[in-house]
């Protein structure tokens, strides 16, 4: 039966990390490979109330993470409903080209440790078509939006969807990761933007030609503000929300999302349903990535079955007694991020050590943090926020490879090393 497990899941985990090249949704191969392993497992255990058990804790563990992402996405599409991200692009002035990569390198670091690096990328690469009008250009800089979005969303509970999902199963707790993983962060995005400057040095900007943009923000400047300063305000408040009432976090994006939609609704009452029809929340639901959704549910409920028969802790083992050295196992975990999807990978190593023997905020887990999040960005496929960048702006895989990957891995090697020696003088 281990070995049906393992085969399945490794065709299931090989159809993911190659999704562009067979042409098969990610969400496909995740959902299949869950429904399989459930299906050999119960067939073969033997004991169907005790894989009916499994499964029922599973799929608990599963929908707070996805209520969870199913809440902040909405919350940041009613933003974006607003123009409400407008409130910090419009602020975005400078000639050289070398300024406006670390004036961007910054915005999006600490955007992305709010929203989350997928969103952040998105809403920074669209900015970057208003303010830069070479393609060449626009590239570099989606390249270093991918790098500095994954190293900001690393170091915050709710930047990164691997953040997120050690932050609720108890594996790290908000103020221990944003002390411990901020600085090894900034070191990832900081060698990289000293790098690049070198290299755009004396170059200026060459703004597109200014066209006019009649009727496109059918939202007032209070209005933007409003929703702007709640969404980013509901985000900021769910760790405080956790830590005061000791609820789960999908508790706390769902309570704000009610405050949101009920401002919202009392916001636009005065509107024609046809005017307010996209600002409101039930536009915004339709409007987030169910995919993505679909994926983590399957990719989860599949990592789950793996963690019950016992497989993952036999691979800890293994990979204790062949490596020994935590902080290179979890290295070599951020490297082949850049390979595959990191969502499994954490969902595997979540699996993988116990919390009786790796305690919350221990080395494991927050340099796991920081290796996973900030390792997907070596490549272009490694990170969702790579993907997105790589669908806006037709970013070639090779091209990324030979112009950013350098960057990006000098960057994550840095970080490596600040985060090791932090480690050793506090501890």
């Known amino acids: 039966m281990l070995t049906a497990l393992v085969v399945i899941f490794v065709i299931a985990y090989a159809a993911i990390a190659l999704e562009h090249p067979i042409k098969i949704n990610k969400s ?94 998105i809403v920074m690469i669209s900015l970057m078509k208003k303010l830069l009008d070479r393609h060449d250009d626009r590239l570099f800089f989606a390249g270093m939006i991918v790098v500095a979005a994954n190293a900001g969303g690393a170091w915050t509970p709710i930047g990164d969807v691997t953040t997120t999902m050690l932050w609720i199963g108890g594996q790290i707790t908000t103020l221990a990761i944003m002390k411990g993983v901020v600085i090894p962060s900034l070191i990832n995005l900081i060698v990289p933007l000293v790098v690049v400057s070198f290299m755009l040095k004396g170059r200026e900007v060459v703004a597109p030609e200014r066209i006019e943009e009649n009727g496109l923000l059918q939202t007032t400047t209070f209005e933007r503000n409003l929703m702007f300063c709640m969404g980013i305000g509901i985000l900021v408040c769910v760790p405080i929300f956790k830590t005061v009432t000791h609820l789960p976090p999908f508790m706390g994006i769902l309570f704000g999302l009610g405050i949101l939609w009920l401002v919202g609704e009392l916001v636009h009452r005065e509107k024609e349903d046809s005017d307010k029809e996209h600002l409101t929340l039930a536009h915004a639901l339709m409007k987030i990535d169910m995919s993505s959704i679909v994926f983590f549910i399957g990719i989860l409920l599949a990592v789950a079955t793996l963690e019950h028969t016992h497989i993952l802790g036999a691979l800890a083992k293994w990979l204790d007694q062949t490596v020994g050295r935590q902080d290179v196992i979890v290295t ?92 050793r003088l506090l501890h």
């Not at 933003?79 to 406006?100: M, N, P, Q, W, Y």
């Not at 272009?380 to 990006?408: N, Q, T």
Request: charged share 10%; proline share 2%; aromatic share 12%.
């Open 28 to 121: 496909a191969s995740a959902l299949l490979g869950a429904g399989l392993l459930w299906t050999v497992y119960a067939l073969l255990s033997g004991d169907h109330h005790q894989v009916g058990h499994q499964l029922n804790e599973s799929l608990a563990s599963t929908a707070q993470i996805v209520f969870f992402l199913m809440g902040a996405m909405t919350i940041v599409e009613v933003v974006d409903a607003h123009s409400g991200f407008e409130v910090i692009t419009s602020r975005i002035r400078t000639t050289k080209l070398s300024t406006l990569m670390w004036l961007v390198g910054f915005v999006t670091f600490f955007l992305s440790s709010v929203l989350d690096n997928l969103t952040t990328t």
């Open 332 to 423: 070599i975990i951020g490297l082949v991020s850049a390979i595959v999807d990191n969502v499994p990978l954490v969902a595997a190593s979540m699996g993988m050590y116990s919390m009786a023997q790796y305690p919350p905020d221990s080395f494991l887990w927050e340099f796991m943090a920081y290796c996973a999040g900030t390792g997907g960005s070596i490549l272009i496929i490694g990170s969702a926020a790579g993907v997105a960048a790589m669908g806006l702006e037709k970013i070639h895989f090779f091209w990324y490879a030979k112009k950013i990957a350098p960057l990006a891995l000098i960057g994550y090697f840095g970080g490596i090393i600040a985060y090791i020696i932090q480690y």
